[in-house]
């Protein structure tokens, strides 16, 4: 019996997914691009350029900001850097998505550069980059 010894199966069962009230610690489904967005929002040809990441937006007028992260292979050479960026970009999203305007939708491309830092500079920039595409708003309405 593989996995058992006295008849105890001793594998620790994955952790539960963190979730917060209402499943508030994740990014659902519905705020992420489909390949149609994805199509529809590199067409739209708005663009902001920073120096960690590259910002592709669309804005369609109303619901919810869908977001859509990329790493691309032929800037970090290892899964685990390609991981980690789209990690952070998720996640620097997910926590100001209530500042953006209504029906934006992003495509956030990693940058080399963003190898080295942590969250906090990578949510300036990507407030720096949102402001200048007029996508910001300083007042949250939850």
Request: aromatic share 6%; charged share 30%; with cysteine.
């Amino acid at each position: 019996m593989e996995g058992r010894r006295d008849g105890v199966n001793h594998a620790a069962p994955p952790p539960p997914a963190p979730t917060g009230p209402g499943g508030a610690l994740r990014l659902p489904r519905q705020r992420r691009l489909d390949p149609a967005g994805f199509r529809a929002t590199f067409d739209a040809n708005e663009t902001q350029a920073g120096r960690y990441l590259v910002m592709w937006l669309r804005k369609r007028g109303s619901g919810e900001s869908r977001v859509g992260v990329m790493a691309t292979k032929r800037i970090f050479r290892h899964a685990v850097d390609r991981n980690r960026a789209r990690r952070l970009l998720r996640e620097t999203f997910r926590l100001n998505q209530h500042h953006l305007l209504p029906g934006v939708d992003l495509i956030l491309l990693a940058r080399r550069q963003i190898a080295g830092i942590g969250r906090a500079e990578l949510d300036r920039e990507f407030r720096r980059l949102a402001r200048k595409a007029r996508v910001w708003r300083e007042e949250t309405t939850c």
